[in-house]
């Protein structure tokens, strides 16, 4: 473990490129239809969270230590990679039924903030500043009732065109 954590200190370049690559390896599984579905969703809550990261930033909510570019926000690799994917299949799964999509929200950022945040911290990648972990939940919890909106009034606009 502690050879682990040093590779992961050292190499936190090599770390964030392949943490932006994995994710789309599941890309094809998506399918099509999910993937060109999805898609403005995904890119919708995507946009906002790096307007929302350049926010934090100034608030110091979080500060991401290390970046992958030195001029572009900490979050990048987070976001193209397993956010935007794993946005996808979320939705792929639980769209149509309000309480799964919650349920499985709830989940996978209570598992986010509370078990990943302090692994980032104690690597020296992120760590939260002003804000507490369950602030930083709740501002996960309202962009998923966002994406959610948004897709909502997304197909609903299609439908009728």
């Known amino acids: 473990m502690k050879y682990l954590i040093k590779f992961l ?3 936190e370049k090599l770390v964030y490129t392949v943490m932006m690559i994995i ?3 599941s890309a094809p599984f998506l399918g099509k239809r999910t993937f060109k579905r999805f898609t403005p969703g995904a890119l919708f809550i995507c946009m906002f969270v790096l307007v929302e990261g350049m926010f934090a930033h ?11 570019f030195p001029k572009v926000i900490g979050e990048l690799p987070f976001i193209v990679g397993p956010f935007f994917i794993g946005t996808l299949w979320i939705m792929k799964f639980t769209y149509g039924h309000l309480k799964r999509y919650f349920i499985t929200n709830f989940s996978v950022n209570i598992f986010f903030v509370y078990f990943q945040v302090p692994i980032l911290k104690k690597l020296g990648y992120a ?19 966002l994406l959610y909106i948004f897709q909502f009034f997304y197909e609903r606009k299609n439908k009728q065109s």
Not at 58 to 68: C, G, P, S, V
Request: proline share 3%; net charge positive.
């Open 9 to 11: 200190t050292r190499y």
């Open 23 to 25: 994710p789309w390896l």
């Open 58 to 68: 100034k608030k110091l909510w979080w500060l991401f230590h290390k970046k992958l």
């Open 127 to 145: 760590s939260l500043i002003k804000l507490s972990k369950f602030r930083f939940f709740l501002i996960f919890l309202f962009k998923a009732g």
